[in-house]
């Protein structure tokens, strides 16, 4: 896949340059180059595709089904962390740490779950769908925070009240959490220089949302990834390339001119 054109990477830094208050916009394509799988888009592994029972990967991690057959939802969120086991934050979840730290107010709203953002270093992270690592009782208070699932039983049992344990994410069909959403709209009331978005296809309006909102405030938006998403008619750059050679080349233009 060839490196993104020098326009567009000057386009970037110029941006960069001129901002002072940053947000930036994640989904599963910031982590692909740690070896996780996106689940949408091009290559994705549920790109129109059922799952092995048959329904569309949707309706096995909904909200009713996990209600109903918790062990059907289980078993795709255990394929989903086994396929994520030994994986680390990449050069893309690096450079953003590093970005925070150069900017007056530099926000990544995510809808990852892998909790690489903060392990890059990154502290001023909405995880908007929760984190996978964090499970909590669906009866009781109990919750720990876990590496992996190699050491439960899926689909796991609370140690003080034997009920269900669940990850601490926002399921198909279930509101997204208060404190998310609160911490969201208190950061968007004042707005932001530049806007990215980084290998999300979009699909949820309070995903898109911030690149209407600064398209229609005349503010710059970006966005990295190799497919055509929600947005890329909006954006004023377009990178196809994915997320850790397009940030790492940025970051380093960026730097070289600083």
């Known amino acids: 896949m060839p490196l993104p054109n020098e326009d567009q990477i000057s ?64 078993k795709y969120l255990a394929e989903i962390e086994r396929g994520a086991r030994g994986a680390h934050p990449n050069s893309a979840h690096i450079t953003l740490a590093l970005m925070e730290q150069r900017f007056n107010r530099f926000w990544i709203l995510t809808q990852n779950v892998d909790g690489f953002h903060t392990a890059a270093g990154s502290k001023n992270v909405i995880e908007i769908h929760g984190n996978m690592y964090r499970l909590t009782c669906t009866r009781c208070d109990y919750q720990k925070t876990y590496q992996d699932y190699s050491s439960i039983k899926i689909p796991p049992q609370c ?8 990850p601490n994410i926002v399921l198909f069909e279930e509101s997204l959490p208060e404190k998310q959403i609160n911490m969201l709209y ?3 009331q004042t707005p932001f220089d530049l ?64």
Request: aromatic share 8%; glycine share 8%.
């Open 11 to 74: 386009n970037v830094v110029k941006y960069l340059r001129q901002a002072k208050d940053v947000l930036v916009i994640t989904g599963a394509g910031c982590s692909a180059d740690s070896g996780l799988p996106t689940y949408r888009g091009s290559g994705g592994i549920y790109d129109n595709k059922l799952t092995e029972d048959g329904m569309p990967i949707e309706s096995a991690l909904s909200g009713s089904m996990f209600q109903s057959r918790p062990e059907i939802t289980w």
């Open 159 to 166: 140690p003080r009240c034997q009920s269900m344990l669940r």
């Open 186 to 188: 208190r950061e968007t």
């Open 195 to 258: 806007v990215l978005s980084i290998g999300t296809s979009s699909y949820f309006p309070y995903i898109s949302e911030p690149i209407w909102t600064a398209k229609q405030a005349q503010i710059p938006t970006v966005e990295i990834n190799p497919s055509e998403t929600a947005v890329s008619h909006l954006v004023d750059t377009k990178i196809e390339q994915g997320a850790a050679d397009s940030l790492t080349k940025i970051w380093n233009q960026y730097q070289s001119q600083n």
